[in-house]
Every structure is written in structure tokens, then in C-alpha cells.
T-cell receptor, first 113, second 112 residues
């Protein structure tokens, strides 16, 4: 059983489209991370959130704690946004380190020019 | 922006050999982590390290693995007696308190 589920698994969009990637989780959490994994393998942290909404440039992340659901939105998508987007959560059952995360399988996004 | 540095980027080793993967976390960070990603699979947490000791570890992180901060800058992952199934990308990360994680670019370990 996957504690973190992402949808869709794969997503192809045209440049300029508005994109939404969803993440649902089954455990109580203290924080949720959105990560971007580049084709070369490197990982960049986009957001860490525990409630509400955060915005950075064209990226917006929202979380609904009651529904155990988070979304990552990309406005005015661009080919350079092509990457794997990973949702990861920190379970409330863990007592210490904030890096003890449960990862989703990722959403592979491809933005065509 | 400050970076987490990992070396080497690629490591090939023979089954049964020991390997040491190296990381230089961001200088003012206090928390350090190792993760692995087997090809085609999701990222998995291995271990977190704070105040010169392991603070949490996963079931994957058994006696074959160890971590060390030998000086004020390096953070290492040692894998003893490597097995074929240890082949993976290993990521180091660091963070401050209640802050987002900063990841290194990874070390691709191939065990032959």
C-alpha cells in the first residue's frame, strides 16, 4: 500500500498551459514537500508546507490537511518545466528529523513547445 | 545559492567491496540526510544525522551502512560488502531547522 499517491503518473502539456499535479496521502503529516527531479537526476526542493498555500514565481502549492491532499500548479508552463515532480510527506509518527520522508512515485511532466 | 556537493558523481565497484560516498552539506545547516533511488523506483529515506549522531534511520539502513561526519565539513555514507542490489543513485541533503531540504546532485553507484 502506497502511503503517498500522485496523479497523474505522466503528463504531457503544450507550452503555456496551466498544469496541476495532485498528491494524496494516507498518514497524518507534519509537513509536505514538493520536489523537482531533473532529467539528469538532481533533486531541487520547491516547497515545504504544512497548511494553506505557497507561491514562488509560476509555481503554486496548496494543501488541505483535512482532505489529506495537496496540489502543485504551474502557470504558463514552459519546456524547461519538463521534469519529474515528487510529493513527499513527513509523518506525524516520526519524532525527530524533518528529512525522514515518505516519497511518492513522481509525476513525469513533459511540456512541448 | 549555496549548494550541497557530492563526490564522486559515479562509482563503480565490485560486489563485496566497501565504498564511501562523500557529501559536503551547506555550511550553516545542522541536519544531514542520505537517500537512495533505485533505477525506476521512488526515492527512499536512509538516515538522518544531527549533533554528530544518527537521529533516525529506516529499515534499509542496516549494519551494512554507516555514516560519519569526520570533520567540520564532510558527511560520508559507507557501504560495507556491497551487494548487487545496492546499485542506486544516492543523494545527500541538508537543512536548517524546519526548513526545506537542499539536495546534492547524487552519486550513481554501480555494483558489478
Amino acid at each position: 500500500k502506497n502511503e503517498v499517491e500522485q496523479s497523474p503518473q505522466n503528463l504531457t502539456a503544450q507550452e503555456g498551459e496551466f498544469i496541476t499535479i495532485n498528491c494524496s496521502y494516507s498518514v497524518g503529516i507534519s509537513a509536505l514537500h514538493w520536489l523537482q527531479q531533473h532529467p539528469g537526476g538532481g533533486i531541487v526542493s520547491l516547497f515545504m508546507l504544512s497548511s494553506g498555500k505557497k507561491k514562488h514565481g509560476r509555481l503554486i502549492a496548496t494543501i488541505n490537511i483535512q482532505e489529506k491532499h495537496s496540489s502543485l500548479h504551474i502557470t504558463a508552463s514552459h519546456p524547461r518545466d519538463s521534469a519529474v515532480y515528487i510529493c513527499a510527506v513527513r509523518s506525524m509518527n516520526y519524532g525527530g528529523s524533518q528529512g525522514n520522508l515518505i516519497f511518492g512515485k513522481g509525476t513525469k511532466l513533459s511540456v512541448k513547445p | 545559492e549555496p549548494e550541497v556537493t557530492q563526490t564522486p558523481s559515479h562509482q563503480v565497484t565490485q560486489m563485496g567491496q566497501e565504498v564511501i560516498l562523500r557529501c559536503v552539506p551547506i555550511s550553516n545547516h545542522l541536519y544531514f540526510y542520505w537517500y537512495r533511488q533505485i533505477l525506476g523506483q521512488k526515492v527512499e529515506f536512509l538516515v538522518s544525522f544531527y549533533n554528530n549522531e544518527i537521529s533516525e534511520k529506516s529499515e534499509i539502513f542496516d549494519d551494512q551502512f554507516s555514516v560519519e561526519r569526520p570533520d567540520g565539513s564532510n558527511f560520508t555514507l559507507k557501504i560495507r560488502s556491497t551487494k548487487l542490489e545496492d546499485s542506486a543513485m544516492y543523494f545527500c541533503a541538508s537543512s536548517g531547522v524546519n526548513e526545506k531540504l537542499f539536495f546534492g546532485s547524487g552519486t550513481q553507484l554501480s555494483v558489478l
